[in-house]
């Protein structure tokens, strides 16, 4: 909606938008990108909502014991290089 | 020295540091279907350049930032001119960034392949689509007296420019299989540089015969003789590189590689200076640092911002690096996907 506001400048008052076309891109390629963009950012968008909503149905992780890691088996032989990942992708 | 060549300077600067920094974890995402044997490996690859490619990458909005500052007319003819390659490398790194967030997201295996072919896919067309825009950008394109360029998509797709994609690709693949043998522990290390030394042999190869097909093109260029000792500069240290991965030496390898791609990124613009953008139609339609540059002023301001804040972003960058140092093995990727949770709710 700015952007129609703005109609017809490109730089309010200094730069009409039909001066700021790029005359060596052709229809086709803007509009091979903005078909593009828009079905590239409308698939994630599905997928970003569909996490998002398994996030939520999947409600809060329980809490480790507190004493998981600190003590017992776990903690012989096992050096503070050698434990897992807090967080791993 | 006038600003404009501060700036182109700067500009290359820029480039130097997205390839040597982005061109190892392009590598990585590559290597991610190469090297990895299953699904553990494969996010020990992706652990190692985890915390740092996002940081990496925003060298080149850095770099086409400073480029629409500094040199409008240049950024308007190089971006209106290669819109689909652009887009297409854009579109890569959107699907690559997203899959490396996503792809834990879900325990089901084919969820994982599909991000992972993203990561593939997104991390090769970048690596191969940016070395062919350079190999155009350095043999010249067709441009017009307006500074437009009027050449068609399928121009750009000429043998030398596509060699260029092969260097980038072969050269961002070894710079990678290095970075994983130097940040990884156990068997996955001693196939990295196993790699490294085979995908080496081969980027040199091809580096050196994209090198020598570059003087021919710009053997009339004024800076030439630099441009020689740049080029040679680059293919000693992919050399020295590979002797010293083949030794063990990982740290001493990677920064060979990376030394090979800042010299070769270098040796580039040095063959172009005076101009950005040389024009294949008439050597007076070229794009040059004088001709395509914004008013001194603007470049006075630009010169003063990146003097204070260029520190301030390498010491944080930096800092990534060195909380990130360790190096990461199978033992340390841990069993449980990211949010798996432990409590099902009741609409699963």
């Known amino acids: ?89 | 020295m006038e600003l404009t060549t501060v700036w182109f300077i700067l500009i290359t600067i820029l480039w130097i540091g997205y390839f040597v920094l982005e061109g190892f974890d392009f590598g990585v995402g590559i290597l991610t279907r190469l090297l990895a044997r299953d699904e553990t490996e494969r996010r020990v690859l992706i652990n190692t350049i985890g915390p740092v490619w996002d940081g990496n990458e925003v060298w080149v909005l850095v770099a086409g930032g400073a480029t629409f500052a500094a040199f409008p007319e240049w950024y308007a003819t190089l971006f209106s001119g290669f819109y689909l390659p652009l887009f297409l490398i854009l579109v890569s790194l959107i699907f690559r960034g997203v899959a490396f967030e996503y792809r834990g997201k879900r325990p089901e295996a084919s969820w994982r392949q599909w991000w992972d072919r993203a990561i593939f896919a997104g991390s090769l067309v970048p690596a191969l689509l940016w070395g062919v825009a350079f190999g155009n950008i350095v043999r010249g394109v067709e441009i017009d007296a307006d500074k437009e360029f009027v050449g068609s998509f399928f121009d750009l797709l000429n043998p030398y420019a596509l060699l260029g994609g092969l260097v980038t690709t072969s050269l961002f693949l070894t710079h990678g299989a290095v970075f994983v043998s130097l940040k990884t522990t156990g068997d996955i290390r001693t196939r990295a540089r196993a790699l490294a030394l085979k995908v080496g042999l081969a980027a040199a190869a091809i580096a050196v015969a994209f090198l020598v097909w570059t003087y021919d093109q710009r053997s009339d260029a004024p800076h030439i003789g630099w441009y020689v000792a740049l080029a040679v500069a680059a293919a000693l240290s992919l050399v020295a590189a590979l002797i010293a991965i083949r030794a063990g030496r990982e740290g001493w390898a990677f920064l060979g590689t990376a030394a090979a791609i800042a010299l070769a990124v270098a040796a580039l613009f040095v063959s172009l200076f005076p101009n950005v953008m040389p024009s294949s139609i008439d050597p007076a339609f070229s794009l040059t640092t004088s001709n395509a540059s914004s008013t001194p002023y603007t470049l006075k301001i630009m010169t003063w911002v990146a003097v204070i804040f260029t520190p301030v972003v390498l010491l944080y960058q930096s800092w990534t690096y060195i909380v990130f140092r360790r190096r990461i093995g199978v033992q340390h990727i841990p069993t449980a996907v990211a949010v798996e949770p432990t409590v099902s709710g009741p609409t699963r």
């Open chain 1, 1 to 89: 909606f700015t952007e129609m506001g703005r109609q017809p400048w490109i730089v309010f008052g200094l730069m009409p938008t039909s001066a700021g076309v790029s005359p060596g891109t052709t229809l086709t390629e803007v509009l091979i990108s903005l078909i593009g963009f828009t079905l590239v950012y409308g698939f994630l968008a599905i997928i970003e909502v569909r996490l998002l909503l398994k996030t939520i149905h999947g409600g809060l992780p329980e809490i480790p014991p507190a004493d998981d890691e600190s003590t017992g088996a776990g903690m012989t032989g096992t050096t503070e290089t050698e434990r897992p990942l807090a967080f791993a992708y």
